[in-house]
């Protein structure tokens, strides 16, 4: 038998997620039965939108449950398989959760893909090539719908969605602007990414400061904005977007403890007659095909550029999900199972 160590959810946070809130649990990896497939985990993605989904409060997706296996996105290798599609040795993409292997029923759809590392790193696929990577695509070029010479910023900018949106911003021939938390980041941003300009916006705590940067950073106004912060950033941001701007709400991490995000300036929105969308990349599986394969064309001609911070063992899931939620990660927060 097979001991699988795994990370439960075993309450909710009242206010700021714990380590207390998970627990680890071993199991034995169930025998497999007709149509599964069992998958050894070698990288966890550890992403935002699953302190939402510790709450069991109204939202866009179920609650997490309580005793159960935290869900997350995985990337691993195929160890035996009960499927006529899979076999042992097979790379993968899945929503293994929080876990060192998975028993998947394979024939669900979307359940489990199998995936090239020819010239893509299999870590990748959980990044600039996985659900991270698509959301800054569809932001970006469905809702901020760049132009060339136009101005894009984005917030969270050295981390997993921001790092692409702006390079995707720089490929359509825009002005690519990040805003980010910290001196190294930024500078990533700029020499790394690529990005033309990034304010550090704890360097610019107040309104004042931090929209005053910004005019100095985008000279000729902000024509799509990619927000994945809130609060005071987007304020600032808001002051200088140009008539008919366009908005893409992506997140909101500054408030995901439950704190309310007052809007500071909420007639600019009529003033400067700007459009502002919210999005759930997973609503929108039909825009998955172009753009994945825009971004697997990009990373593997090496056009396209990550960082990844990565935990070792499933026992660092806990605290490396929380440093997530505070900036301690740079770039994409991943775990090596
Ligand atoms: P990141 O890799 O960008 O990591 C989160 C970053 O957020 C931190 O590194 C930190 O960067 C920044 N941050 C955290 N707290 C604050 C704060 N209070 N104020 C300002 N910045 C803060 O995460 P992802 O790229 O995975 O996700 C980015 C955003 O996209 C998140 O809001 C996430 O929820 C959202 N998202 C939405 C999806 C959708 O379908 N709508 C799908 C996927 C992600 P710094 O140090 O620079 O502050």
Redesign the pocket.
């Known amino acids: 038998m097979t001991t699988n160590k795994q990370i439960h959810l075993v309450s909710r946070p009242q206010g700021e997620a714990v380590a207390d809130n998970f627990r680890l649990v071993e199991s034995e990896v169930p025998a497999l039965k007709d149509g599964q497939v069992l998958v050894r985990h070698h990288f966890l993605s550890l992403?935002?939108?699953m302190r939402g989904r510790m709450n069991d409060s109204k939202s866009y997706a179920a609650p997490q449950p309580l005793d159960a296996v935290m869900i997350g996105g995985t990337v691993g290798e195929v160890v035996d398989s009960r499927h006529p599609g899979f076999r042992a040795g097979d790379n993968v993409v899945g929503m293994g959760g929080w876990q060192q292997y998975a028993v998947v029923d394979a024939a669900a759809p979307g359940s489990l893909r199998k995936v090239d590392t020819t010239h893509i790193p299999l870590s990748a696929y959980l990044g600039a090539v996985g659900?991270?990577g698509v959301?800054a695509w569809y932001?970006l070029v469905k809702i901020c719908e760049p132009k060339a010479g136009e101005t894009v910023v984005v917030?969270?900018?050295?981390?997993?969605?921001?790092g692409v949106v702006g390079q995707l911003a720089k490929v359509r021939g825009c002005r690519a602007v990040g805003?980010?938390?910290?001196p190294d980041?930024c500078r990533y941003v700029v020499e790394e990414l690529g990005f033309d300009a990034c304010v550090d916006?704890k360097l610019h705590k107040d309104l004042k400061s931090l929209s005053t940067a910004l005019k100095d950073a985008c000279p000729n106004g902000i024509d799509g904005y990619f927000e994945?912060?809130g609060?005071v950033?987007l304020d600032a941001v808001m002051l200088r977007m140009n008539a008919f701007g366009r908005m893409a709400l992506?997140?909101?991490?500054?408030g995901?403890d439950g704190q309310p995000i007052p809007m500071q300036y909420p007639q600019l929105l009529l003033q400067s007659r700007l459009a502002l969308r919210?999005?759930?990349?997973?609503e929108h599986m039909q825009d998955w095909p172009e753009a994945l394969k825009e971004l697997g064309t990009l990373v593997a001609t090496g056009k396209l550029k990550f960082r990844e911070t990565v935990a070792q063992g499933i026992e660092s899931a806990p605290e490396a999900f929380l440093g997530?939620?505070?900036?301690?990660?740079?770039?994409?927060?991943l775990v090596k199972l």
Not at 278 to 282: C, N
């Open positions: 992403d935002p939108y659900m991270p959301t932001g917030s969270a900018a050295s981390g997993a969605v921001g805003i980010a938390g910290g980041k916006y994945n912060v609060g950033i992506c997140g909101m991490i500054s995901y919210g999005f759930i990349v997973a997530l939620l505070k900036g301690r990660n740079f770039g994409k927060q």
